[in-house]
């Protein structure tokens, strides 16, 4: 099937895990997953409708940029300390902010470039070693602190990543956890610091199940771009 028969695809799922937590499609973003796709596939998707994609590595993003239609791009993979500086002011999101140590760095540039950046708290609320991310106790002083500390940065939500599962269902206690941190915070009075838009939940295996459990933002890839080919990766 073609890249845009895909999306419509996943903008029908998506229409129907929204209604059944009773919200609208358009309440739910859909960022494309890029990783190891390139820009002509990109602008396919973008040309289908696509608003937002998501790369995992800085370099991917460098690497694209030029050759790819306006966009929102989104980091989503794990962010290294020396790579901040080179995305800092090309991309509108970042997913996975997880230390203090980098939003220490994530300030500090974005202070150079007199913006502030939007980012997103990485939770592991799966508690897998091999997952970055804060746990669900440390979520909060994490927050607090880097709303204390960093005046160019908007704590906008949160992210997390289910363990892939078989039957997504059973991912459903690990995007419930995180929906739980992210209520409490949207409760309280938003600022210019910390405003909670974002849950960003849901990837191509478990999105649907993701929405029904309150996720407003999802990340998928192969469902729309079909399976990569992991082997480019390593040349």
């Known amino acids: 099937m073609s890249i845009q028969t895909n999306i419509e695809e996943v903008r029908s799922n998506i229409a129907r895990a929204a209604e059944k937590s009773g919200r609208k499609p358009e309440d739910i973003t859909l960022v494309a997953v890029t990783k190891l796709h390139e820009a002509d596939e990109m602008n396919e998707a973008i040309d289908a409708g696509v608003t937002d994609i998501g790369e995992n590595k800085v370099q991917e993003v460098l690497r694209k940029y030029e050759d790819v239609k306006p966009v929102r791009w989104h980091l989503i993979g794990h962010l290294q300390t020396n790579k901040v500086r080179q995305i800092i002011d090309k991309v509108c999101l970042i997913h996975s902010v997880d230390s203090f140590h980098l939003a220490k760095e994530i300030e500090k540039r974005a202070a150079q470039h007199d913006m502030t950046c939007r980012i997103l708290i990485q939770v592991n609320t799966a508690h897998e070693d091999s997952k970055f991310g804060v746990s669900e106790t440390e979520a909060d002083g994490l927050i607090e602190e880097i709303a204390e500390n960093c005046p160019h940065i908007k704590v906008c939500g949160l992210m997390c990543i289910a363990p892939y599962e078989a039957d997504p ?3 459903r206690p690990v995007f419930r956890k995180a929906k739980a941190i992210y ?7 938003h600022t210019d610091r910390v405003d909670f838009q974002y849950l960003s939940m849901g990837m191509t295996n478990d999105y649907e199940t993701a929405i029904e459990e309150g996720s407003n933002m999802v990340r998928v890839g192969t469902a729309i771009f079909g399976k ?3 082997r480019s990766e390593e040349k």
Not at 183 to 189: F, L, P, V
């Open 228 to 230: 990569r080919d992991y």
């Open 169 to 171: 269902e059973d991912c």
């Open 183 to 189: 209520d409490r915070w949207d409760a309280k009075e």
